[in-house]
């Protein structure tokens, strides 16, 4: 059965460095996702990704942030100068059709990139 | 903005009971609910969705009702099992846009 792909599962980072997860989304998804879960808590919306560009961020998701699709199966979440409060679970889900659409938008996630900032 | 509740953080029974998980939204009414099962450490996985014309959807075991009148969803796991213990997560899409809504579910631990 296809699934998304998630590295590292764990990452431990100094305050201050730059990281960046990936993710190998399901092949014939169009939309891509990162949601992130800090201990404990829900999971919150970061980022979603189609045709190449950014359709939509949540507050969360600052100028320390960005993705990218580098070729045509890696999707990526860098974090540039990372803090004590990104450390989190990071998601990445894909989906074959928009939420917002008639059809389903079910999301399928990957296992996570654990981030520990010290 | 859009929020959603699910009415306990965790929830014990005993095996073979039926576990009920309730999920309220606020505001605009979705088009749709999912539920989503999720273990520790681990990314949701997807369960079950119903949508805003269903009154009941049901897999195996489980089962979910929309109340639109309510703003409430609920979901069942008949003959419960230990294998069921996770956390449930209810979410719904956006009004518009592409950021699903999950609510910060609860633990349910079915007792042997």
């Known amino acids: 059965e296809p699934e998304v792909t998630q590295t590292p599962s764990h990452q431990v980072t100094q305050m201050g460095q730059e990281v960046i997860l990936r993710c190998v989304p399901i092949s014939n998804h169009l939309y891509f996702y990162w949601y992130r879960q800090i201990l404990g808590q829900k999971v919150e919306f970061l980022v979603s990704?189609?045709?190449?560009?950014?359709?939509?961020k949540s507050e969360i998701f600052d100028d320390q942030f960005s993705v990218e699709r580098p070729d045509g199966s890696n999707f990526t979440l860098k974090i540039r100068s990372t803090k004590l409060e990104d450390s989190a679970m990071y998601f990445c889900?894909?989906?074959?059709?928009?939420?917002?659409?008639?059809?389903?938008?079910?999301?399928?996630f990957g296992e996570g990139s654990r981030l520990t900032v010290l | 903005s859009q929020k959603i509740e699910q009415n306990s953080e965790a929830l014990n029974i005993q095996e073979g009971k039926t576990a009920t998980l309730t999920c309220n939204y606020t505001?605009?009414?979705?088009?749709?609910l999912q539920w989503y099962r999720q273990d520790p450490g681990r990314g949701p996985v997807f369960l079950l969705l119903?949508?805003?014309?269903?009154k009941e959807k049901r897999k195996e075991r489980l089962k979910v009702t929309f109340d639109t009148t309510l703003k409430q969803s609920l979901f069942h796991i008949t003959a419960s099992q230990p294998a069921d213990s996770a956390t449930y997560l209810c979410a719904h899409p956006p009004d518009y846009g592409q950021n699903f809504v999950f609510g910060p579910g609860t633990r349910l631990s079915v007792l042997p």
């Open positions: 505001n605009y009414s979705p088009a749709y």
């Open positions: 119903i949508r805003e014309n269903e």
């Open positions: 990704f189609y045709n190449n560009e950014i359709s939509e």
């Open positions: 889900a894909s989906s074959e059709f928009s939420p917002g659409g008639s059809l389903s938008g079910e999301l399928f």
